[in-house]
């Protein structure tokens, strides 16, 4: 079983739609949850952010975080073509050093 | 301020050869990360350099794998011979603070498309 699980996608929706984004994860261990964006050709660009469980918002992003089911969200509101991209999940955690967990990623499609 | 920039940015080899990666990380960042995502799977941890030390390298998959980061500046990702499941993205990311932690935030490079014959 892999440590993080993300649906690959890919997702496609319309303009101004609320999409949400999820990954689940096995390890209690994970202090930190983060999103990355990727662009196609691009590397990974960190979106968020959390520690806790709990909301944290970023204008039209927002990640939820539940560590007692071990789900992890992210909600883009408004979404704009320009959110096209693939988005990553993220788990970083203390092993004698810090390590980082990707999910694989999903790919998300915006039509105008 | 110029972001991490990685050199080539595809690399076609035949299994056997050899080839070296290059990583600028951006300019005063003591933390240099090398990850690598193979087709349709994660990006995975390589290894962790602290300035010109290895902090970690538990994620090099095998001893064809050799990283250098001379200086505490540019690093180098070597992998000698090449062999087809070495296929993939390379990409290095930098970050300024402390060796982990809460997520200093990690700047990644565009990657390099290795592809292996």
């Known amino acids: 079983q892999k440590e993080v699980e993300q649906d690959p996608g890919p997702l496609s929706v319309p303009e101004g739609a609320i999409v949400s984004l999820n990954c689940t994860y096995s390890?209690?261990?994970?202090?930190?949850f983060m999103w990355y964006r990727q662009y196609s050709r691009k590397g990974p660009e960190l979106l968020m952010y959390?520690?806790?469980?709990g909301n944290k918002e970023d204008g039209r992003f927002t990640a939820q975080v539940d560590k007692s089911s071990k789900y992890i969200s992210l909600f883009i509101r408004d979404s704009q073509p320009s959110d096209s991209a693939t988005y990553l999940c993220?788990?970083?955690?203390?092993?004698?050093?810090?390590?980082?967990?990707f999910g694989a990623g999903t790919r998300l499609f915006v039509k105008a | 301020e110029a972001g991490v920039t990685q050199f080539p940015s595809h690399s076609v080899i035949e299994k056997g050869q050899t080839v070296t990666l290059r990583c600028d990380p951006i300019?005063?960042?003591?933390?240099l990360y090398w990850y690598r995502r193979v087709m349709g799977k994660e990006i995975k941890f390589l290894l962790h350099?602290?300035?010109?030390?290895?902090?970690?390298e538990s994620g090099m998959p095998n001893n064809r794998f050799l990283a250098e980061r001379t200086g505490g500046t540019y690093s180098t990702l070597k992998v000698q011979p090449a062999e087809l499941e070495d296929s993939g993205v390379y990409f290095c990311?930098?970050?300024?603070?402390?060796?982990?932690?809460?997520?200093?935030?990690?700047?990644f490079g565009p990657g390099t498309r290795l592809t292996v014959l």
């Open positions: 990311a930098s970050s300024p603070g402390l060796a982990g932690g809460p997520p200093d935030t990690q700047y």
């Open positions: 959390t520690y806790s469980s």
């Open positions: 350099f602290v300035k010109e030390s290895k902090q970690d």
């Open positions: 993220a788990m970083r955690f203390y092993t004698g050093g810090f390590k980082t967990i």
């Open positions: 300019s005063g960042h003591d933390n």
């Open positions: 390890n209690s261990a994970f202090q930190y």
